[in-house]
């Protein structure tokens, strides 16, 4: 009987680890979509932003984001980070809207667009987004992101 309780802990960790593993492997990453931007203040070199942004959680369970930050690369150089202004909660199967602060370089972004050719328009352009999200509880304290892609200059 003493070996029998004395294996109750391991159990019961063994359990909760599974557990954690099965948590996890159903977990969908947010989505995330831009709402409204702000200009706050600008010079030629940078620009401070206040966006708008929309969280969608496909998940069963709620998000209760803590912090929010990324870095966005277009051609390789860093144009954008931003980091969340406050922290939030996305509901289960819900959306939510949160502000962000950003710094951007559009004038260096620019200067190497137009270093690659007289009309760079209908170019392919890439870029690449990566980050993490921090929640405040749960398993995972942190979902890191990144997104790599192209647009085309209109």
Same mark, same amino acid.
């Given at each position: 009987?003493?070996?029998?309780? =004395?294996?109750?802990?391991?159990?019961?960790?063994?359990?909760?680890?599974? =557990?954690?593993?099965?948590?996890? *492997?159903?977990?969908?990453?947010?989505?995330?979509?831009?709402?409204?931007? !702000?200009? !706050? #203040?600008?010079?030629?070199?940078?620009?401070?932003?206040? +966006?708008?942004?929309?969280?969608?959680?496909?998940?069963?369970?709620?998000?209760? +984001?803590?912090?929010?930050?990324?870095?966005?690369? +277009?051609?390789?150089?860093?144009? $954008? @980070? =931003?980091? *969340? $202004? $406050? #922290?939030?909660?996305?509901?289960?199967?819900?959306?939510?809207?949160?502000?962000?602060?950003?710094? $951007?370089?559009?004038? =260096?972004?620019?200067? !190497?667009?137009?270093?690659?050719? *007289?009309?760079?328009?209908?170019? @392919?352009?890439?870029?690449?987004? #990566?980050?993490?999200?921090?929640? #405040?509880?749960?398993?995972?304290? @942190?979902?890191?992101?990144?997104?790599?892609?192209?647009?085309?200059? !209109?």
């Amino acid at each position: 009987m003493r070996a029998i309780i =004395g294996c109750a802990p391991a159990l019961c960790a063994a359990a909760l680890l599974l =557990g954690a593993c099965a948590l996890t *492997s159903k977990f969908t990453p947010p989505t995330l979509s831009v709402v409204d931007v !702000q200009i !706050q #203040s600008s010079d030629l070199w940078e620009q401070h932003l206040k +966006v708008r942004m929309r969280v969608q959680n496909p998940n069963d369970r709620r998000l209760p +984001v803590k912090a929010l930050e990324y870095t966005m690369e +277009v051609e390789g150089q860093q144009f $954008a @980070s =931003g980091e *969340s $202004a $406050a #922290s939030f909660i996305v509901p289960a199967l819900g959306e939510a809207e949160f502000d962000m602060n950003v710094t $951007a370089n559009l004038a =260096g972004t620019l200067i !190497q667009l137009l270093g690659r050719g *007289s009309d760079p328009r209908g170019q @392919s352009v890439a870029y690449r987004l #990566s980050g993490k999200i921090a929640l #405040s509880e749960g398993l995972m304290r @942190s979902i890191p992101f990144e997104e790599r892609g192209t647009f085309r200059l !209109q």
